[in-house]
């Protein structure tokens, strides 16, 4: 709340005006009041005093009157009153009390009546005094005398005095004011000019300015004390000034140092802030390519304890990081390669260039397998751990194993190809030869038993070449839809005469139909080759199992074989209870002659065979034994899809009429071979044209164009082969009837560039009633 007055606000000069006017006033006013006061009390006793000696003159006047009891004398006496006007009533009382005679005057103030006062007393009314006199004759009190004065004159003149008083007094102070108003210079004009002073000097901060001594008073005092304190200030002020300016310079200089330094440290900061920005990104990169890297790695110390591994680590070992870290990675090592493990590992501590970075060595996972590794061993600069990337070869080497062993398997299918290829001309010659003495021989002839050797040895013979021409691939086969439910059925008696009665044959198939595209006779083959080998592993006896089911081959994992094709396939699960095979003879069971029988008891041929034929087939076979365990051959062949089934089944077995009267155009650049067709074409009433290489078989074309029925080619034949001269021939006349013939397979006439897929071929070598029986069957073709 706001105070509404205070002296303290005042200025200077107000309150000495104040101070002086009150007291002044103060002054006065007592002064008066002690005045009034005595005047009062003065005017009343002489009022008093007048009213008792004009009393008692009336009482002397009265007294005859009273003593005679003439009131009207009293009266007139007390009427003389009248030019007292002061006097505005009087009364005359007798001895007993009782009034004798009265005055009142008109129009003055009312009195009222009231009891006698006892002689020589007064008493005061509000605005009357009334005295009392005796009334005294010879010394005795006969009466008594009441006058009354109104006390109106002695008001009207005390507030006469009164007014005096305070004019006087108004007047008194309005003097002293106007003295003070000009006196209180003398005190305020040093105060307020000190106070001006140092207004302006906090303003300025000027310390030089002094104030002005008036006099020797207290304020002269101060305003020395003020000014000797301003010359302390101005000179502390100075030197405060100096100082500041030493600071100030001190502190810009220390300002620009520790900017200087601040600067510095902010580029420190910003290059270390920088530096740990891609300590932590370079962190996270090669945290991000320690556990994205898809090779299992770990970090270890120098001493080999691991510190961390990646998760690939875990997947591959099994183990988790929990179970790996801490240990010593030595510990997952195979024992026989431990060693070696330690020499590299020392050898990194002691001369981290001498080790080697990579290296090969068997690692354990979790379950105990053996893992052949190529591991990348690199030493982290800086620090004395050490970081190991695995590459699992394990599969790698499986593989290599298994291309190594196909490409053998391809080099010894070449070789004995080749082989076979020759020696089929040869054995063409010698059994058509043999054959055609035996025909032309009578039936008694001493010499027929030679030839009839002769031809069993060549027949032997032709039974190995074609054996390696199996296994080569490299034999005609005439594959068609084939249900290997009725190709079990069909061959079950003969495995069983095969393994005889010792053997229990148990077969499996499924009730329903399991199609593949193959030429029965060769599965036939390998059935009863692998019942031969199963047949002599059970000399005691025991089970062979045969059983048939579909599977699904999915793309290539560690499990499968390198060259497999995913897809669905029949599985011919070939298994016996015999004496098994150690891993060595497994590695070469399909090597033709490859044989662990007795000289005279196997060729080593049949399993050879066996892998010929599957291959020619697209499938695989796999073989799974132990010494002492039994084996297992599993067959895959490609299943043949529905929809195909009815497209194949066009090769439908037609009627032979063996010989004919059709010309035939015979190019074979083999003299012996070309000779010997001839005869026994010849001999079944055919025209035989011969052509002695590709050139001349053209040649020989256009002579007889019209009147060739069919064209027997030899694939390889010098100056034209046979796919130039089938090229040929064909533009001439495009469906005349051909028929090939080769040491080779159909792959090769295809390799060659003769793509049909009704191409007639026989391979050589030839004996005479297939060839006159296929002769017959390319004659018989319908459409052309
Ligand atoms: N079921 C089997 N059990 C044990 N060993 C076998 C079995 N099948 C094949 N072998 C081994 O594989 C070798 C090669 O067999 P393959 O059939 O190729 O030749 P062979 O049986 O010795 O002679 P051939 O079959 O030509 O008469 C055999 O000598 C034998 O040691
Ligand atoms: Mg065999």
Request: charged share 25%.
């Amino acid at each position: 709340m706001r105070r509404l007055f205070s002296p303290f606000d005042l200025s200077i000069k107000g309150k000495l005006i104040l101070i002086c006017t009150i007291t002044t006033a103060s002054a006065l006013f007592l002064t008066s009041v002690v005045f009034i006061s005595t005047e009062f009390i003065s005017l009343r006793r002489s009022l008093v005093n007048n009213l008792f000696s004009f009393a008692g003159t009336v009482a002397s006047n009265v007294k005859g009157a009273v003593a005679f009891n003439d009131e009207k004398s009293a009266e007139e006496t007390l009427s003389t009153l009248d030019s007292v006007p002061t006097i505005s009533r009087a009364a005359v009382y007798d001895r007993n009390g009782l009034m004798f005679a009265s005055y009142r005057r008109e129009s003055t103030i009312s009195v009222p009546d009231t009891l006698p006062l006892a002689h020589g007393a007064f008493r005061f009314g509000v605005n009357h005094v009334e005295v009392s006199q005796p009334i005294i004759l010879d010394k005795e009190i006969i009466g008594n005398v009441t006058v009354t004065s109104d006390l109106s004159f002695f008001y009207s003149r005390m507030a006469v005095y009164i007014a005096i008083l305070f004019g006087v007094m108004g007047l008194s102070l309005l003097a002293s004011y106007l003295m003070l108003a000009k006196l209180q210079l003398i005190v305020t004009k040093p105060i307020l000019n000190l106070a001006g002073l140092m207004e302006k000097i906090s303003r300025k901060r000027d310390y030089s300015i002094r104030a002005k001594i008036y006099g020797r008073d207290e304020i002269g005092s101060l305003a020395h004390g003020f000014n000797e304190m301003l010359t302390k200030i101005q000179a502390r002020d100075e030197e405060l000034e100096l100082y500041r300016k030493h600071l100030e310079e001190l502190v810009k200089k220390r300002t620009s140092q520790l900017s200087e330094a601040n600067n510095q440290l902010k580029q420190e900061l910003t290059e270390r802030l920088r530096a740990e920005k891609a300590l932590v990104e370079s962190e996270h990169r090669y945290r991000t390519i320690f556990e994205t890297t898809g090779n299992p790695s770990l970090i270890a110390d120098d001493s080999g304890t691991i510190s961390l591994v990646n998760t690939a680590f875990e997947k591959w070992s099994g183990y988790s990081r929990k179970e790996v870290e801490g240990k010593s990675w030595m510990n997952f090592c195979f024992g026989e390669d431990r060693p070696k493990m330690k020499h590299y590992h020392d050898l990194r501590n002691s001369d981290p260039e001498a080790a080697p970075g990579n290296y090969e060595v068997r690692l354990l996972d979790r379950e105990g397998n053996v893992h052949n590794t190529y591991l990348s061993v690199a030493v982290i600069p800086a620090s004395k751990r050490t970081v190991c990337s695995i590459l699992d070869l394990t599969e790698l080497k499986r593989l290599e194993e298994q291309l190594r062993q196909s490409q053998k398997m391809e080099a010894i299918g070449r070789l004995a190809g080749g082989v076979a290829h020759d020696f089929n001309n040869i054995l063409t010659a010698i059994i058509g030869y043999a054959s055609l003495i035996q025909m032309k021989m009578a039936r008694t002839d001493p010499l027929r038993s030679y030839v009839n050797s002769v031809l069993a040895s060549a027949e032997r013979a032709a039974h190995l070449t074609t054996g390696l021409l199996a296994f080569s691939r490299k034999q005609v086969i005439a594959p068609k839809p084939l249900d290997l439910n009725s190709v079990i059925k069909n061959v079950q008696q003969l495995l069983g005469r095969i393994i005889g009665e010792d053997i229990e044959l148990r077969t499996d198939c499924p009730p329903h139909s399991i199609t593949v595209f193959a030429d029965q006779g060769q599965i036939e083959q390998v059935l009863i080759n692998l019942a031969t080998n199963a047949r002599d592993a059970m000399p005691e006896g025991g089970v062979l199992s045969i059983t048939i089911e579909i599977v699904v081959l999915p793309e290539t994992t560690s499990q499968t074989r390198a060259d497999q094709k995913p897809g669905n396939y029949a599985l011919i699960t070939v298994s016996d209870t015999g004496i098994g095979m150690s891993k060595k003879t497994v590695e070469s069971i399909f090597e033709p002659f490859f044989t662990t029988k007795e000289v005279g008891k196997g060729t080593g041929l049949g399993l050879s065979i066996v892998y010929g034929i599957i291959k020619q087939h697209n499938g695989y076979v796999d073989v799974c034994s132990e010494p002492g365990s039994g084996t297992i051959f599993r067959i895959y062949l490609p299943l043949v899809d529905a929809r195909d089934q009815g497209n194949l089944k066009a090769a439908a077995s037609r009627g032979r009429t063996v010989g004919g009267n059709q010309t035939i155009l015979v190019a074979e650049d083999d003299v012996a071979a070309r000779a010997l067709i001839k005869e026994v074409l010849e001999t079944y009433g055919y025209s035989v044209i011969e052509a002695v290489d590709g050139e001349d078989a053209v040649n020989r074309f256009e002579e007889h164009r019209d009147n060739i029925d069919l064209v027997v080619i030899d694939v390889i034949m010098p100056k034209k082969n046979g796919r130039a001269v089938y090229e040929h021939i064909t533009k001439t006349r495009p469906r005349i009837r051909t028929l090939f013939i080769s040491g080779y397979t159909a792959d090769i006439i295809n390799e060659k560039g003769i793509s049909d897929k009704n191409l007639n071929f026989l391979s050589k070598p030839v004996a005479p009633d297939v060839l006159v029986a296929k002769v017959r069957e390319v004659l018989d073709l319908p459409g052309t």
